[in-house]
């Protein structure tokens, strides 16, 4: 691997192995986002907690402070919302002469497994693997599901995780599931990072979701809604920054949240 590429990776996936990526991609299909409104106000007190956010180049150029110390991932697929027909019919919508010059650290791409646009989002993660590899930035492979939530089960995830890192993706995001995830990430040979998905009902079931993913073997989070929809997102940062690079545990979380919550 050459030098740049391990050095953007290094910058994603800390020197204990882990990682926390914080998005904020959420309007590029669902427009206004509950809490997301004025991303810059979002992101200031979450960022010391994280390691990476993951933005589109509009908010990016349009919100967020070039002097940002955080890498940068940039999402560069879309073209399509949730008022038209189908989430997955995903293009590449950023150029590889815009993803150097927003000086992206990596770039994100969805790929929709099983749908009607299957060939076409894989052949996107193929193109641009392609493009990036030639200048040293990873590709991270979002395995989306659009609208149907109950694919979320390791058969269908498994699947989708080696196929995106057979097409050349160095990072694999992908969902939690209760039953055989580390059957996800045995199948999968690049890291695979958990992402979140609607707020769940308990700030200890994000934690109890987490703490076993990372047990079983993924290197860290992608989790947005769960932090910044939360009541007090920077206690919930803080204690999944705990579980994701200080080994706490579900317990050693919930205290640390309620600590910070007061
Ligand atoms: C959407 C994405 C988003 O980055 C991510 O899934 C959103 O995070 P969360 O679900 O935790 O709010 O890739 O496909």
């Not at 349009?62 to 110390?69: D, F, L, P, R, V």
């Not at 560069?76 to 919302?81: A, D, I, P, Y």
């Not at 995830?157 to 996800?184: N, Q």
């Amino acid at each position: 691997m050459d030098w740049g590429m391990r050095n953007r990776l290094s910058k994603l996936i800390q020197s204990d192995g882990h990682c926390f990526f914080l998005p904020i991609d959420h309007g590029y299909f669902q427009g206004p986002t509950h809490c997301l409104e004025k991303p810059a106000k979002t992101i200031e007190p979450l960022l010391p907690y994280c390691d990476a956010l993951f933005v589109t180049r509009g908010v990016l150029r349009s919100c967020i402070n070039a002097g940002i110390s955080k890498p940068i991932i940039l999402r560069v697929s879309g073209g399509t919302s949730m008022a038209g027909k189908d989430l997955a019919n995903e293009g590449i919508t950023t150029s590889i002469e815009e993803i150097i010059r927003l000086n992206a650290t990596a770039v994100g791409v969805s790929i929709f497994i099983g749908s009607e646009y299957e060939r076409d989002t894989l052949l996107n993660l193929s193109r641009l693997v392609n493009e990036c590899e030639g200048y040293g930035i990873p590709v991270m492979a979002v395995t989306a599901v659009g609208r149907e939530m109950e694919k979320r089960e390791a058969r269908y995830l498994a699947l989708s995780c080696r196929i995106a890192a057979e097409l050349g993706a160095r990072v694999v995001k992908t969902y939690w599931c209760e039953k055989d995830f580390e059957k996800v990430v045995d199948g999968c040979p690049v890291p695979v990072v958990m992402a979140g998905g609607p707020k769940c009902r308990t700030e200890r079931e994000v934690f109890e979701f987490v703490y076993d993913g990372i047990q079983k073997g993924a290197v860290g989070i992608n989790l947005g809604r769960n932090v910044w929809q939360d009541s007090h997102p920077v206690a919930m940062a803080r204690a999944l920054q705990a579980i994701v690079h200080e080994n706490a545990n579900v317990e050693a979380a919930v205290e640390i949240y309620s600590g910070e919550a007061r």
